[in-house]
């Protein structure tokens, strides 16, 4: 093991294959004024391999002290983005060890094959989005999207912010000029969408959750994953928005449809993977909406009725099941993230009144046509692994997929899908199989010109629909 292990070739410098993070726990403190930011991460870690050293992933932070299991480790050293620990003794597979970091600097955004990800000075807060390789800019992390454990944030800020972050927030303690902050998320998230939002926000709810809305059933089993109706089961997903307090009637405008988006997807693609969604909107611009774990990020410039202000807003609230809960093991699969919600954006138009999924289909399959014919959607490289084709290719390849099986084996393939790799890694490999599986045929020739062929396929004839419309 050396300190140049790379875990993904489309990221590389990032993550280490030979152990997994089991738990992270963050202990912040920040100052908005300077963009000061000191922390201890504790990180409870397995070997997967035997091993004499850890490689985590940390950019322009310095680490003041690292003990493992409660001891000096035998040495570290800290390099361009990489924080290597070396163990006192060869660990063995299986074994775990508590690694804790302390650490402190000027967090700033890391630069990476795509461009600059991760944490961002605002002009008067903070935005954390690390899609693909920006987790390392605020915290020691095992970067690489197949290392999903569960995470605990404490951040403190001044009083006068108000913070978010992954999961549930369990307390807010305030302490002279200073408030803590702190939140669990208890479902095993990727560390790129691991995130905190710092600024002079309000915080509202959006809709009221009631029993039954996400999680388990007690059991440690998804609602609805044994075939039975997701809709039964569901409760109603609580929905918050945390906005600068000039937005408010901005805010409830253009979210004034999330619940009816919400329960369409529930429908769709089953139960809500986690507590409740939130969204967020900054008073800074930005070029896109961004999603992490839980919530999604939003500028001002996006608050609209229309139609491209609607479908970012769906497909940022589908990443909730296809990207956070369902999440591609490596990068080259992006499309499982960003093809299935481009396709969510599509089933929102159907089901809302508007135009079918067929009609976008054909309208971007048009579109495509005339574009090169030059991407592997199924491999696109670094270079092209956020390009727009990728998008609509992947919603092409599920509405090929449903114009080939029908929609009765269409959407239970995707909510099966969903339930089977509830809170886990997957790849196109996966969804080939299972799709099969489900549709009780072997679709193997269908998805290798999908995914693999450059020249883009021909759709296959749209089915009726049998997704459920709604009013309003």
Request: with cysteine; charged share 20%; hydrophobic share 40%.
């Amino acid at each position: 093991m050396t300190a140049e292990t790379t875990a993904d070739p489309y990221v590389p410098g990032h993550g280490d294959p030979s152990y997994d993070v089991l738990s992270y726990d963050l202990v912040l403190d920040y100052s908005v004024e300077t963009n000061k930011l000191s922390g201890t991460a504790t990180l409870r870690v397995v070997a997967r391999e035997a091993l004499d050293r850890l490689t985590l992933d940390l950019y322009a932070l310095r680490v003041s002290k690292v003990t493992v299991d409660g001891a000096q480790p035998g040495r570290y050293s800290q390099r361009p983005g990489r924080l290597v620990v070396k163990t006192r003794r060869e660990v063995q597979p299986g074994q775990e060890l508590v690694v804790v970091v302390t650490y402190a600097g000027t967090p700033r955004p890391m630069p990476g094959p795509d461009g600059e990800a991760g944490w961002e000075e605002l002009a008067d807060g903070v935005i954390v989005a690390s899609q693909p390789h920006g987790a390392p800019s605020w915290y020691p992390c095992n970067d690489r999207p197949s290392d999903k454990a569960p995470y605990r944030i404490s951040l403190t800020v001044p009083s006068e912010y108000h913070v978010v972050a992954n999961g549930t927030l369990t307390s807010s303690r305030r302490r002279a000029s200073t408030t803590t902050w702190v939140y669990e998320q208890p479902e095993p998230m990727a560390a790129y969408l691991a995130t905190v939002q710092i600024g002079r926000y309000v915080r509202r709810t959006l809709r009221e959750g009631t029993d039954g809305a996400a999680g388990t059933d007690g059991t440690g089993r998804a609602p609805g994953a044994d075939g039975s109706d997701a809709a039964a089961t569901r409760g109603t997903v609580p929905i918050h928005a945390v906005f600068p307090p000039t937005a408010t009637s901005a805010v409830e405008r253009a979210f004034a449809r999330q619940g009816e988006m919400l329960d369409v997807f529930v429908d769709a693609f089953g139960p809500y993977p986690f507590a409740a969604y939130t969204v967020v909107v900054t008073e800074d611009a930005l070029e896109i909406p961004l999603e992490a774990q839980g919530l999604s990020v939003f500028s001002q410039g996006f608050l609209s009725t229309g139609w491209e202000s609607q479908r970012l807003i769906a497909h940022e609230l589908s990443h909730q099941w296809f990207g956070n809960s369902v999440t591609a093991a490596r990068w080259q699969d992006i499309w499982l993230h960003e093809g299935f919600a481009c396709y969510a954006e599509w089933v929102w138009s159907e089901a809302s009144g508007g135009r079918s999924a067929a009609d976008h289909a054909a309208e971007q399959h048009a579109r495509l046509a005339a574009l090169p014919q030059d991407l592997v959607l199924g491999d696109p490289g670094t270079d092209d692994m956020f390009d727009d084709r990728v998008y609509k290719r992947g919603a092409l390849t599920l509405q090929a997929l449903r114009g080939t099986v029908g929609d009765d084996v269409f959407w239970q393939i995707l909510r099966t899908w969903v339930a089977e790799h509830r809170h886990g890694s997957v790849t196109s490999a996966d969804f080939v199989a299972l799709a099969s599986t489900v549709a009780g045929t072997d679709l193997l020739e269908l998805f290798t010109a999908w995914l693999t062929g450059l020249e883009l396929p021909d759709l296959p004839h749209a089915r009726r629909s049998l997704l459920r419309r709604i009013t309003g």
